[in-house]
């Protein structure tokens, strides 16, 4: 029998280049190609750590397209990484329909472990984190109101990942909903030099960020119902 390649997931730094894995940086050196959501942007990386790899896009717009040409080049015995632009492939970025292919057809599958927003956010957030749920990006529009809706009465601590210019109306949103006395944990640029956290209650956090120009990337971590004990307005 032929021999079969491999898929791997390969996390890649949310911002701060020294959190790649000298596993990561390996396996990109030796695969036959790397998939990556957009090729510039991990142009840079590879050049970063010397890795000279061939690099083909693979990303919402064209992964419905791409996703059986790809699964059959690993069938034919090609070993194939996939990248996202920053953190672990499939948290909110292209990667589950290729997995899914993948594990139809039988083919192995490699999931290094490495960067991610969600759980450092969670973890320096001061929320409980035995128990959690991870709702990703809010819908743009149609269901947006409805999903925070359905979270009204989620114990558990909530985790939200949301872009700078909708950060203040999520924030809004999530006052009006959940009580603007709850409190939330806000993360931005993770890693990063101008690295920000934000602890207090919603409505406090939503005039905190009203005040400043808000840019990078952003983890929204909000306490379930039911918690009593309040955190001090403080941030860093």
Do not use: W
């Not at 939200?160 to 640029?189: A, I, M, W």
């Amino acid at each position: 029998m032929d021999k079969q390649g491999k898929l791997y997931l390969v996390p890649t730094p949310i911002g701060n280049l020294e959190d790649m894995t000298f596993r990561a940086v390996r396996i990109l050196k030796e695969v036959e190609l790397v998939l990556a959501e957009d090729t510039r942007t991990s142009s840079k990386l590879l050049s970063h750590y010397n890795i000279q790899n061939k690099l083909s896009s693979h990303h919402k717009f064209n992964e419905h397209k791409t996703v059986e040409t790809i699964s059959s080049q690993i069938e034919s015995g090609i070993s194939v990484a996939l990248i996202s632009d920053a953190g672990t492939p499939g948290i909110s970025d292209p990667g589950f329909l290729l997995v899914r292919t993948c594990i139809e057809k039988g083919i192995e599958i490699e999931c290094l472990p490495g960067a991610t927003a969600l759980i450092p956010a969670l973890v320096v957030s001061g929320l409980p984190t035995d128990k959690f749920v991870f709702e990703g990006f809010l819908p743009v529009k149609k269901g947006r109101q409805k999903q925070i809706q359905e979270l009204e009465t989620e114990t558990r601590t909530i985790v939200f990942y949301e872009s700078p210019h909708r950060l203040v109306k999520t924030l809004d949103q999530l006052s009006q909903v959940l009580g603007g006395n709850r409190n939330c944990c806000v993360c931005r640029e993770l890693t990063k030099l101008h690295e920000e956290i934000f602890r207090g209650a919603l409505v406090e956090a939503k005039e905190h960020f009203l005040q400043k120009t808000v840019k990078g990337e952003i983890v929204i971590v909000v306490e379930g119902m039911g918690k009593k004990k309040r955190f001090k307005n403080n941030f860093i």
